[in-house]
């Protein structure tokens, strides 16, 4: 029998499907279990650094120079954002020791990372000790997008968040609403309780343990930003790659994955989602047999108004038909 050896990167891809249909549900799982794939394993870690690091870092950067409205924090949310901004230090140092760590001296704090040559000193609620207001600190820091979400009145609202790798929506547009207005237009949810499920989870989340789960689609070119503030220029990559020729589709169609933390924050009793993105070729996904073919049937089989609401009206067909072609219909 011959080993196949996958790059790095494919090792640790959050292949999403565990069955050869899918469909919404409640899919929240306890974080920190290690999920095991054909191709190798992910999920021990709650933020994952790995060697796209620097490059998204740089990327969210210009996008926020670009459009700050990215980043947002209502005025009640800056205890959130500091408890947000500490809790995740806190979680940096303790997965990655050799490069990072957080220490408390008095009423100072002291974060120092080295994979950014950062170290410094601040105190914890003044923003003036920082170089920017703490959320938007911290995401330079993690390659995961953030929301907070205050809990109020029986429900949770998404009063901040820096979203710069957004799936098709607006951390600016979604800023205020509620958790149960921001899924508002997502099919089906009503006749299967998805959602208002998954709201009744989350007000009971508890600080002590953190949750997961995670969410896909297609994306074109690997494009990281395809939030609605750009979609005249994503939206044009659909339909080039739709009239385009087939033989393309499997260097230019992404599989996107997010994995999505969901964890509570003790101190300001804020719900913290954090969502981390992975993106791999039709072509790298497929060069894992097991991984062509269930993404094959999965897209072959997904109910229209599901591929509608994902954005794959265009991109389900060339995907089907060039998995097919490289003899992943079998
Ligand atoms: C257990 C928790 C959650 C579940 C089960 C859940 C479920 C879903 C589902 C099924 C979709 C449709 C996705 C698709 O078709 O690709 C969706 C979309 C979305 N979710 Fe969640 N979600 C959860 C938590 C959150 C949280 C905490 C936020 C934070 C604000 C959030 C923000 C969004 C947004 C912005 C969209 C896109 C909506 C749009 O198209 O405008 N989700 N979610």
């Not at 949770?156 to 149960?180: E, I, K, P, Y």
């Not at 989340?205 to 789960?213: D, V």
């Not at 020729?245 to 230019?252: E, F, K």
């Not at 003790?266 to 719900?271: D, L, P, R």
Request: hydrophobic share 40%; proline share 5%.
């Amino acid at each position: 029998m011959t080993t196949i050896e996958y790059s790095a990167a494919l090792r640790r891809f959050p292949f999403p499907f565990t069955k050869d249909e899918y469909r919404y549900s409640t899919n929240i799982e306890p974080a920190g279990s290690v999920a095991t794939t054909a191709a190798g394993s992910w999920g021990a870690h709650q933020l994952d650094i790995d060697e796209h690091y620097l490059p998204e870092l740089a990327q969210r950067t210009a996008i926020l120079d670009r459009d700050p409205g990215r980043y947002q924090c209502l005025p009640h949310m800056a205890a959130a954002a500091w408890d947000a901004m500490l809790t995740l230090m806190d979680r940096l140092a303790a997965e990655y020791p050799a490069d990072m760590s957080l220490a408390r001296d008095g009423s100072r704090w002291r974060w120092r990372n080295d994979r950014l040559g950062a170290d410094l000193s601040f105190t914890y609620g003044d923003e003036d000790s920082l170089p920017a207001p703490p959320l938007r600190f911290i995401a330079d820091q993690v390659q995961e997008d953030i929301v907070l979400l205050d809990q109020r009145e029986g429900g949770l609202w998404g009063d901040a968040g820096v979203v710069t790798f957004a799936a098709d929506w607006s951390m600016g547009f979604d800023c205020g609403m509620s958790f149960l207005e921001i899924h508002g237009p997502v099919p089906r949810i009503h006749t299967e309780r998805v959602i208002t499920r998954a709201h009744d989870f989350l007000l009971r989340l508890t600080p002590e343990q953190a949750y997961r789960r995670t969410n896909w689609t297609l994306t074109v070119d690997g494009k990281l930003d395809t939030s609605t503030e750009g979609y005249p220029e994503w939206g044009r990559d659909r339909r080039t790659l739709a009239e385009g020729p087939l033989s393309a589709v499997g260097d230019r169609l992404y599989l996107r994955v997010e994995v999505q933390h969901l964890i509570r924050l003790a101190n300001s009793g804020a719900v913290m989602f954090l969502i981390r993105t992975y993106l791999r070729s039709l072509r790298e996904v497929a060069s894992v047999p097991e991984w062509g073919r269930r993404l094959h049937r999965v897209l072959a089989e997904l109910p229209q108004d599901m591929a509608d609401y994902k954005g794959l009206t265009r991109t389900r067909e060339p995907a089907v038909a060039w998995l097919g072609s490289i003899g992943m219909d079998a």
